[in-house]
Protein backbone atom coordinates (compact mmCIF):
# COMPACT_ATOMS: atom_id res chain seq x y z
CA UNK A 1 0.00 0.00 0.00
CA UNK A 2 1.26 3.41 -0.89
CA UNK A 3 2.13 6.11 1.76
CA UNK A 4 1.13 9.35 -0.21
CA UNK A 5 -1.68 11.35 1.39
CA UNK A 6 -4.89 10.00 -0.68
CA UNK A 7 -6.65 12.46 -2.59
CA UNK A 8 -9.88 14.37 -1.32
CA UNK A 9 -12.39 12.77 -2.85
CA UNK A 10 -14.95 15.33 -2.38
CA UNK A 11 -12.48 17.93 -3.89
CA UNK A 12 -11.96 15.51 -6.99
CA UNK A 13 -15.64 15.56 -7.41
CA UNK A 14 -15.74 19.10 -7.65
CA UNK A 15 -13.24 19.55 -9.53
CA UNK A 16 -14.18 17.06 -11.90
CA UNK A 17 -17.93 17.71 -12.16
CA UNK A 18 -18.97 15.42 -14.38
CA UNK A 19 -21.49 17.24 -16.58
CA UNK A 20 -19.72 20.36 -16.02
CA UNK A 21 -17.05 18.77 -18.01
CA UNK A 22 -18.85 18.53 -21.04
CA UNK A 23 -18.65 22.03 -22.06
CA UNK A 24 -20.80 23.80 -24.23
CA UNK A 25 -18.16 25.69 -26.40
CA UNK A 26 -17.30 22.06 -27.24
CA UNK A 27 -20.23 20.81 -28.10
CA UNK A 28 -20.83 19.24 -24.10
CA UNK A 29 -24.94 19.32 -25.17
CA UNK A 30 -25.37 17.30 -27.87
CA UNK A 31 -26.39 13.58 -26.59
CA UNK A 32 -27.16 11.85 -30.08
CA UNK A 33 -24.92 9.36 -31.82
CA UNK A 34 -22.81 10.64 -34.83
CA UNK A 35 -21.62 7.83 -36.21
CA UNK A 36 -24.60 7.66 -38.68
CA UNK A 37 -24.18 11.42 -39.90
CA UNK A 38 -20.71 10.62 -40.52
CA UNK A 39 -21.20 7.22 -42.42
CA UNK A 40 -23.75 9.19 -44.39
CA UNK A 41 -21.51 12.45 -45.18
CA UNK A 42 -18.47 9.98 -46.33
CA UNK A 43 -20.56 7.92 -48.44
CA UNK A 44 -21.28 11.08 -50.37
CA UNK A 45 -17.68 12.55 -50.29
CA UNK A 46 -14.40 12.61 -48.69
CA UNK A 47 -14.80 16.07 -48.18
CA UNK A 48 -17.43 18.77 -47.32
CA UNK A 49 -18.13 22.58 -47.22
CA UNK A 50 -19.22 23.40 -44.09
CA UNK A 51 -17.87 21.87 -39.95
CA UNK A 52 -18.21 18.70 -38.52
CA UNK A 53 -21.07 19.89 -36.02
CA UNK A 54 -23.25 21.44 -38.18
CA UNK A 55 -22.85 19.43 -40.45
CA UNK A 56 -24.04 16.53 -38.15
CA UNK A 57 -27.49 18.34 -37.61
CA UNK A 58 -25.94 20.14 -34.02
CA UNK A 59 -25.75 23.84 -34.39
CA UNK A 60 -23.76 23.62 -30.95
CA UNK A 61 -20.29 24.75 -29.90
CA UNK A 62 -18.86 27.92 -30.81
CA UNK A 63 -15.23 27.14 -29.51
CA UNK A 64 -12.56 24.60 -30.40
CA UNK A 65 -9.69 24.05 -32.56
CA UNK A 66 -9.83 25.74 -35.54
CA UNK A 67 -13.34 27.01 -34.75
CA UNK A 68 -14.88 29.86 -34.97
CA UNK A 69 -13.06 32.02 -37.03
CA UNK A 70 -16.09 33.37 -39.20
CA UNK A 71 -14.12 35.20 -41.64
CA UNK A 72 -12.33 31.77 -43.24
CA UNK A 73 -14.30 29.50 -45.51
CA UNK A 74 -14.49 25.92 -43.60
CA UNK A 75 -14.12 22.34 -44.54
CA UNK A 76 -14.21 18.91 -43.06
CA UNK A 77 -13.14 15.37 -43.89
CA UNK A 78 -14.71 12.40 -43.44
CA UNK A 79 -12.72 9.70 -45.06
CA UNK A 80 -9.67 7.99 -43.68
CA UNK A 81 -7.57 8.17 -46.98
CA UNK A 82 -8.57 12.05 -46.90
CA UNK A 83 -7.12 12.68 -43.32
CA UNK A 84 -4.13 10.58 -43.50
CA UNK A 85 -3.09 13.00 -46.60
CA UNK A 86 -4.01 15.87 -44.48
CA UNK A 87 -1.57 14.78 -41.79
CA UNK A 88 1.44 13.64 -44.52
CA UNK A 89 1.49 17.48 -45.62
CA UNK A 90 1.77 19.66 -42.73
CA UNK A 91 3.16 22.38 -44.88
CA UNK A 92 0.11 22.73 -46.25
CA UNK A 93 -1.98 21.92 -43.83
CA UNK A 94 -0.52 23.80 -40.83
CA UNK A 95 -1.06 23.30 -36.99
CA UNK A 96 -1.90 26.88 -36.31
CA UNK A 97 -3.07 30.50 -38.40
CA UNK A 98 -0.23 32.19 -36.71
CA UNK A 99 3.17 32.07 -35.33
CA UNK A 100 3.78 30.82 -31.90
CA UNK A 101 5.99 33.38 -29.34
CA UNK A 102 6.23 31.64 -26.40
CA UNK A 103 8.13 34.26 -24.69
CA UNK A 104 5.52 37.05 -25.27
CA UNK A 105 3.71 36.66 -21.73
CA UNK A 106 0.39 34.43 -23.30
CA UNK A 107 0.46 30.98 -21.24
CA UNK A 108 -1.95 28.79 -22.64
CA UNK A 109 -2.21 25.56 -24.01
CA UNK A 110 -2.37 26.41 -27.72
CA UNK A 111 0.87 28.70 -26.99
CA UNK A 112 2.93 26.24 -27.28
CA UNK A 113 4.62 23.37 -29.06
CA UNK A 114 1.40 22.15 -30.48
CA UNK A 115 0.96 25.34 -32.54
CA UNK A 116 4.62 25.70 -33.99
CA UNK A 117 5.60 24.19 -37.46
CA UNK A 118 7.98 22.49 -39.38
CA UNK A 119 11.75 22.40 -38.35
CA UNK A 120 11.07 24.26 -34.91
CA UNK A 121 8.22 22.23 -33.93
CA UNK A 122 10.75 19.36 -34.72
CA UNK A 123 13.14 21.06 -32.44
CA UNK A 124 11.31 21.43 -29.58
CA UNK A 125 9.45 17.76 -30.03
CA UNK A 126 13.10 16.51 -29.18
CA UNK A 127 13.73 17.58 -26.27
CA UNK A 128 10.87 15.68 -24.87
CA UNK A 129 10.27 13.14 -27.19
CA UNK A 130 13.25 10.53 -25.25
CA UNK A 131 10.61 10.84 -21.55
CA UNK A 132 7.54 9.98 -23.96
CA UNK A 133 8.93 6.78 -25.89
CA UNK A 134 7.63 2.97 -25.56
CA UNK A 135 10.74 2.12 -23.29
CA UNK A 136 10.08 4.87 -20.93
CA UNK A 137 6.45 3.17 -19.88
CA UNK A 138 7.92 1.75 -17.12
CA UNK A 139 9.24 5.08 -15.46
CA UNK A 140 5.77 6.58 -15.84
CA UNK A 141 4.39 3.55 -14.10
CA UNK A 142 6.27 2.48 -11.59
CA UNK A 143 7.21 6.32 -10.51
CA UNK A 144 3.37 7.73 -10.60
CA UNK A 145 0.90 5.24 -12.35
CA UNK A 146 0.55 2.47 -10.13
CA UNK A 147 0.65 4.75 -7.19
CA UNK A 148 -2.34 6.92 -8.23
CA UNK A 149 -4.26 3.67 -9.45
CA UNK A 150 -4.16 2.15 -6.09
CA UNK A 151 -4.11 4.90 -4.29
CA UNK A 152 -7.62 5.63 -5.58
CA UNK A 153 -9.06 1.99 -5.32
CA UNK A 154 -7.92 1.88 -1.59
CA UNK A 155 -10.29 4.47 -1.44
CA UNK A 156 -13.35 2.88 -2.72
CA UNK A 157 -12.34 -1.08 -2.22
CA UNK A 158 -14.35 -1.15 0.96
CA UNK A 159 -17.49 0.25 -0.43
CA UNK A 160 -18.80 -2.72 -2.61
CA UNK A 161 -19.70 -0.15 -5.30
CA UNK A 162 -17.99 3.15 -6.96
CA UNK A 163 -18.53 5.68 -9.99
CA UNK A 164 -15.57 5.12 -11.66
CA UNK A 165 -15.69 8.16 -14.35
CA UNK A 166 -15.05 10.42 -11.72
CA UNK A 167 -13.76 8.94 -8.81
CA UNK A 168 -11.20 6.85 -10.87
CA UNK A 169 -10.57 7.58 -14.30
CA UNK A 170 -10.61 11.25 -14.45
CA UNK A 171 -7.92 11.58 -11.03
CA UNK A 172 -5.66 9.40 -12.61
CA UNK A 173 -4.45 10.97 -15.07
CA UNK A 174 -3.85 14.28 -13.61
CA UNK A 175 -2.30 12.44 -10.60
CA UNK A 176 -0.08 11.32 -13.17
CA UNK A 177 1.14 14.45 -14.97
CA UNK A 178 1.69 16.47 -11.62
CA UNK A 179 3.70 13.62 -10.35
CA UNK A 180 6.03 13.75 -13.21
CA UNK A 181 6.16 17.64 -12.31
CA UNK A 182 7.50 16.70 -8.92
CA UNK A 183 4.23 18.46 -7.61
CA UNK A 184 3.30 16.46 -4.03
CA UNK A 185 -0.25 14.85 -4.16
CA UNK A 186 -1.80 17.46 -2.04
CA UNK A 187 -1.10 19.93 -4.88
CA UNK A 188 -1.80 18.29 -7.53
CA UNK A 189 -5.90 18.99 -7.93
CA UNK A 190 -4.50 22.92 -7.06
CA UNK A 191 -2.87 22.69 -10.32
CA UNK A 192 -5.38 21.47 -12.36
CA UNK A 193 -7.61 24.07 -11.10
CA UNK A 194 -5.39 26.48 -12.18
CA UNK A 195 -5.74 25.31 -15.63
CA UNK A 196 -7.80 28.29 -16.49
CA UNK A 197 -5.54 30.77 -14.26
CA UNK A 198 -2.23 31.05 -15.35
CA UNK A 199 -0.47 33.00 -12.90
CA UNK A 200 -1.61 30.66 -10.42
CA UNK A 201 -0.48 28.03 -12.50
CA UNK A 202 2.87 29.87 -12.48
CA UNK A 203 3.27 30.40 -8.84
CA UNK A 204 2.53 27.09 -8.09
CA UNK A 205 5.20 25.67 -10.71
CA UNK A 206 8.08 28.15 -10.51
CA UNK A 207 9.50 27.22 -7.02
CA UNK A 208 9.10 23.58 -8.60
CA UNK A 209 11.44 24.80 -11.40
CA UNK A 210 13.82 26.99 -9.59
CA UNK A 211 14.62 23.99 -7.09
CA UNK A 212 15.44 21.35 -10.09
CA UNK A 213 17.65 23.85 -12.01
CA UNK A 214 19.73 23.75 -8.67
CA UNK A 215 19.52 20.09 -8.10
CA UNK A 216 17.64 17.64 -11.17
CA UNK A 217 16.08 14.67 -9.91
CA UNK A 218 14.41 11.67 -12.09
CA UNK A 219 11.32 13.83 -13.34
CA UNK A 220 10.27 15.44 -16.16
CA UNK A 221 10.54 19.15 -15.05
CA UNK A 222 14.21 18.03 -14.26
CA UNK A 223 14.23 17.02 -18.29
CA UNK A 224 13.10 20.25 -19.75
CA UNK A 225 15.32 22.62 -17.49
CA UNK A 226 18.19 20.60 -18.58
CA UNK A 227 17.57 20.32 -21.99
CA UNK A 228 19.32 22.49 -24.61
CA UNK A 229 17.62 23.88 -27.37
CA UNK A 230 19.25 24.12 -30.96
CA UNK A 231 18.58 27.23 -33.12
CA UNK A 232 19.27 27.63 -36.60
CA UNK A 233 23.04 28.88 -36.23
CA UNK A 234 23.41 25.94 -34.28
CA UNK A 235 23.78 27.48 -30.94
CA UNK A 236 22.12 25.50 -27.87
CA UNK A 237 20.78 27.43 -25.23
CA UNK A 238 18.75 25.91 -22.10
CA UNK A 239 14.71 26.64 -22.07
CA UNK A 240 13.55 29.93 -20.46
CA UNK A 241 10.96 29.60 -17.40
CA UNK A 242 8.20 30.87 -19.76
CA UNK A 243 8.89 27.70 -22.17
CA UNK A 244 8.52 25.65 -19.02
CA UNK A 245 5.85 26.71 -18.11
CA UNK A 246 4.30 26.58 -21.89
CA UNK A 247 5.11 22.68 -22.08
CA UNK A 248 3.70 21.86 -18.35
CA UNK A 249 0.34 23.81 -19.39
CA UNK A 250 0.48 21.72 -22.67
CA UNK A 251 1.44 17.74 -21.19
CA UNK A 252 -1.27 18.75 -18.58
CA UNK A 253 -4.13 20.25 -20.96
CA UNK A 254 -3.34 17.60 -23.39
CA UNK A 255 -2.87 14.59 -21.26
CA UNK A 256 -5.42 15.08 -18.83
CA UNK A 257 -9.15 15.56 -19.71
CA UNK A 258 -8.19 12.90 -23.22
CA UNK A 259 -7.24 10.13 -20.93
CA UNK A 260 -9.64 10.51 -18.37
CA UNK A 261 -12.45 10.20 -21.06
CA UNK A 262 -11.19 8.11 -23.48
CA UNK A 263 -10.49 5.54 -20.14
CA UNK A 264 -14.15 5.72 -19.13
CA UNK A 265 -15.17 4.78 -22.61
CA UNK A 266 -13.22 1.82 -22.59
CA UNK A 267 -14.15 0.83 -19.13
CA UNK A 268 -17.60 1.40 -20.51
CA UNK A 269 -17.69 -0.51 -23.74
CA UNK A 270 -16.37 -3.66 -21.70
CA UNK A 271 -18.60 -3.49 -18.84
CA UNK A 272 -21.72 -3.53 -21.24
CA UNK A 273 -20.18 -6.67 -22.67
CA UNK A 274 -19.90 -8.66 -19.62
CA UNK A 275 -18.65 -11.56 -21.63
CA UNK A 276 -15.64 -9.34 -23.53
CA UNK A 277 -15.14 -7.93 -19.99
CA UNK A 278 -14.77 -12.09 -18.95
CA UNK A 279 -12.25 -13.01 -21.53
CA UNK A 280 -10.06 -9.45 -20.47
CA UNK A 281 -9.93 -10.51 -16.81
CA UNK A 282 -8.80 -14.02 -17.69
CA UNK A 283 -6.16 -13.28 -20.90
CA UNK A 284 -4.65 -9.64 -19.95
CA UNK A 285 -3.31 -10.54 -23.58
CA UNK A 286 -6.62 -8.63 -24.32
CA UNK A 287 -6.50 -5.89 -22.76
CA UNK A 288 -4.34 -4.14 -25.10
CA UNK A 289 -6.33 -4.69 -28.09
CA UNK A 290 -9.69 -3.61 -25.77
CA UNK A 291 -7.94 -0.15 -25.51
CA UNK A 292 -6.56 0.34 -28.87
CA UNK A 293 -10.30 -1.12 -30.23
CA UNK A 294 -11.91 1.97 -27.77
CA UNK A 295 -9.39 4.24 -29.79
CA UNK A 296 -10.53 3.53 -32.99
CA UNK A 297 -14.31 2.86 -32.40
CA UNK A 298 -15.07 5.90 -30.25
CA UNK A 299 -11.90 8.47 -29.65
CA UNK A 300 -12.39 11.23 -27.24
CA UNK A 301 -11.43 14.17 -29.44
CA UNK A 302 -13.37 13.12 -33.18
CA UNK A 303 -11.95 15.79 -34.52
CA UNK A 304 -8.82 18.23 -35.38
CA UNK A 305 -8.41 20.94 -37.45
CA UNK A 306 -5.95 22.36 -40.14
CA UNK A 307 -5.50 26.17 -41.50
CA UNK A 308 -4.68 26.09 -45.64
CA UNK A 309 -1.88 27.90 -46.42
CA UNK A 310 -2.34 27.39 -50.22
CA UNK A 311 -4.52 26.90 -52.65
CA UNK A 312 -4.99 23.43 -53.19
CA UNK A 313 -7.33 21.04 -55.15
CA UNK A 314 -7.80 18.21 -52.36
CA UNK A 315 -10.07 15.15 -52.54
CA UNK A 316 -12.36 16.05 -55.90
CA UNK A 317 -12.42 19.79 -54.14
CA UNK A 318 -10.71 23.15 -54.22
CA UNK A 319 -9.62 24.84 -51.28
CA UNK A 320 -8.01 27.64 -51.30
CA UNK A 321 -5.47 29.29 -48.65
CA UNK A 322 -6.60 30.80 -45.75
CA UNK A 323 -9.29 28.25 -45.16
CA UNK A 324 -9.79 25.53 -42.27
CA UNK A 325 -9.95 21.93 -43.04
CA UNK A 326 -11.68 20.04 -40.08
CA UNK A 327 -10.61 16.38 -40.38
CA UNK A 328 -13.21 14.04 -38.44
CA UNK A 329 -10.69 11.22 -37.48
CA UNK A 330 -13.99 10.10 -35.51
CA UNK A 331 -15.30 9.31 -39.23
CA UNK A 332 -12.27 8.54 -40.51
CA UNK A 333 -11.74 5.60 -37.84
CA UNK A 334 -14.57 3.59 -39.09
CA UNK A 335 -14.11 4.27 -42.40
CA UNK A 336 -15.35 0.78 -43.87
CA UNK A 337 -12.47 1.15 -46.91
CA UNK A 338 -9.92 0.10 -43.82
CA UNK A 339 -11.96 -1.61 -41.12
CA UNK A 340 -14.82 -4.26 -41.90
CA UNK A 341 -18.41 -4.20 -39.54
CA UNK A 342 -16.57 -0.63 -38.42
CA UNK A 343 -19.36 0.32 -36.07
CA UNK A 344 -18.58 -3.02 -34.05
CA UNK A 345 -16.61 -3.09 -30.69
CA UNK A 346 -14.52 -5.81 -31.64
CA UNK A 347 -11.31 -6.55 -29.43
CA UNK A 348 -10.62 -9.70 -31.49
CA UNK A 349 -10.10 -7.77 -34.98
CA UNK A 350 -6.08 -7.15 -36.64
CA UNK A 351 -4.89 -4.07 -35.24
CA UNK A 352 -4.29 -1.17 -37.49
CA UNK A 353 -3.13 2.25 -36.38
CA UNK A 354 -6.44 4.56 -36.27
CA UNK A 355 -5.82 8.53 -35.96
CA UNK A 356 -7.74 8.67 -31.99
CA UNK A 357 -3.98 10.29 -31.02
CA UNK A 358 -3.71 12.26 -34.81
CA UNK A 359 -1.03 11.62 -37.00
CA UNK A 360 2.07 13.01 -38.67
CA UNK A 361 4.36 15.28 -37.19
CA UNK A 362 1.88 16.44 -33.96
CA UNK A 363 0.88 12.95 -33.61
CA UNK A 364 0.11 12.69 -29.82
CA UNK A 365 3.65 12.81 -27.70
CA UNK A 366 2.12 11.48 -24.75
CA UNK A 367 0.16 8.48 -26.54
CA UNK A 368 2.28 5.53 -24.91
CA UNK A 369 1.88 7.15 -21.25
CA UNK A 370 -1.80 7.42 -21.90
CA UNK A 371 -2.21 4.00 -23.07
CA UNK A 372 0.12 2.83 -20.09
CA UNK A 373 -2.77 4.59 -17.76
CA UNK A 374 -5.34 2.64 -19.49
CA UNK A 375 -3.45 -0.21 -19.45
CA UNK A 376 -2.58 -0.07 -15.60
CA UNK A 377 -5.90 1.37 -14.69
CA UNK A 378 -8.20 -1.59 -15.69
CA UNK A 379 -5.59 -4.35 -14.80
CA UNK A 380 -6.00 -2.90 -11.07
CA UNK A 381 -9.93 -2.69 -11.57
CA UNK A 382 -9.61 -6.72 -12.76
CA UNK A 383 -7.02 -7.63 -10.37
CA UNK A 384 -8.46 -6.26 -7.21
CA UNK A 385 -12.56 -6.06 -7.66
CA UNK A 386 -14.03 -9.73 -7.84
CA UNK A 387 -17.01 -9.56 -9.62
CA UNK A 388 -16.81 -6.17 -11.60
CA UNK A 389 -20.00 -5.00 -13.09
CA UNK A 390 -22.08 -2.29 -14.14
CA UNK A 391 -24.62 -1.49 -11.26
CA UNK A 392 -27.53 -3.29 -12.49
CA UNK A 393 -30.21 -0.72 -10.36
CA UNK A 394 -28.68 2.57 -12.38
CA UNK A 395 -28.70 4.20 -15.30
CA UNK A 396 -25.96 2.42 -17.62
CA UNK A 397 -23.11 4.98 -18.88
CA UNK A 398 -24.17 6.79 -22.48
CA UNK A 399 -21.52 8.47 -24.60
CA UNK A 400 -22.00 11.98 -25.43
CA UNK A 401 -20.74 15.16 -26.29
CA UNK A 402 -19.41 16.41 -29.75
CA UNK A 403 -15.51 17.49 -29.58
CA UNK A 404 -15.12 15.93 -26.69
CA UNK A 405 -17.07 12.96 -26.44
CA UNK A 406 -16.96 10.69 -23.21
CA UNK A 407 -19.21 8.45 -20.70
CA UNK A 408 -21.83 9.87 -18.11
CA UNK A 409 -21.51 8.05 -14.88
CA UNK A 410 -20.07 4.46 -14.47
CA UNK A 411 -21.70 3.34 -11.62
CA UNK A 412 -20.22 -0.08 -10.98
CA UNK A 413 -20.93 -2.58 -8.08
CA UNK A 414 -18.63 -5.56 -6.96
CA UNK A 415 -17.38 -7.99 -4.38
C1 LIG B 1 -6.25 8.81 -24.63
C2 LIG B 1 -5.63 9.94 -24.37
C3 LIG B 1 -5.14 10.90 -25.42
C4 LIG B 1 -5.66 11.19 -26.66
C5 LIG B 1 -6.91 10.58 -27.33
C6 LIG B 1 -4.79 12.19 -27.26
C7 LIG B 1 -4.95 12.71 -28.54
C8 LIG B 1 -4.06 13.58 -29.16
C9 LIG B 1 -4.15 14.02 -30.52
C10 LIG B 1 -5.24 13.61 -31.50
C11 LIG B 1 -3.12 14.87 -30.74
C12 LIG B 1 -2.80 15.58 -32.08
C13 LIG B 1 -3.39 16.95 -32.11
C14 LIG B 1 -3.25 17.60 -33.47
O1 LIG B 1 -2.92 16.93 -34.44
O2 LIG B 1 -3.50 18.81 -33.58
C15 LIG B 1 -2.36 14.97 -29.52
C16 LIG B 1 -1.23 15.75 -29.37
C17 LIG B 1 -0.56 15.85 -28.17
N1 LIG B 1 -0.77 15.10 -27.02
FE1 LIG B 1 -2.19 13.72 -26.74
N2 LIG B 1 -3.79 12.49 -26.37
C18 LIG B 1 -3.96 11.72 -25.24
C19 LIG B 1 -3.14 11.69 -24.12
C20 LIG B 1 -2.02 12.46 -23.95
C21 LIG B 1 -1.15 12.42 -22.79
C22 LIG B 1 -1.32 11.46 -21.60
C23 LIG B 1 -0.21 13.39 -22.96
C24 LIG B 1 0.95 13.78 -22.09
C25 LIG B 1 1.29 13.25 -20.96
C26 LIG B 1 -0.46 14.01 -24.26
C27 LIG B 1 0.31 15.03 -24.80
C28 LIG B 1 0.15 15.52 -26.09
C29 LIG B 1 1.01 16.54 -26.66
C30 LIG B 1 2.16 17.25 -25.95
C31 LIG B 1 0.57 16.76 -27.97
C32 LIG B 1 1.15 17.74 -28.98
C33 LIG B 1 2.17 17.03 -29.84
C34 LIG B 1 2.80 17.93 -30.88
O3 LIG B 1 2.29 19.02 -31.14
O4 LIG B 1 3.83 17.51 -31.42
N3 LIG B 1 -1.57 13.42 -24.82
N4 LIG B 1 -2.94 14.15 -28.55
Not at 60 to 72: K, S, Y
Not at 359 to 371: E, I, K, N, T, Y
Given at each position: ?17 L ?87 T ?35 T ?27 A ?30 F ?17 D ?11 D????T ?15 L??G ?44 T ?57 G ?33 P????P ?13 P????
Amino acid sequence: MSTTPTLDRERVRQLFNLRGSYHAEVGGGYEDDPYPAWHRLREQAPVHPGVVHELTGYPGPAVFMGLPFPDRPHFSVFGYAACADAYRDPETFASSPRPVDLNDGTLSASNSMISMGGARHRRHRALVQPSFVPAKARWWITNWIEEAVHDLIDGFAAEGRAELNVDFCAAIPILTITGSFGVPVDRALALRAALREPEEFVRILRPIVAARRESPQDDLISVLVEAELTDEEGATQRLSDAEIHSFAMLLLTAGSGTTWKQMGITLSALLQRPDVLEAVRADRGLLGPAIEESLRWTPTDPMFSRFVTRDVDFHGVRLPAGSVLHLCVGAANRDPARWERPDEYDITRRVRPSFAFGGGAHVCLGMHVARAEMRVGIGALLDRLPNLRLDPHAEPPRFIGMYERGATEIPVVFG
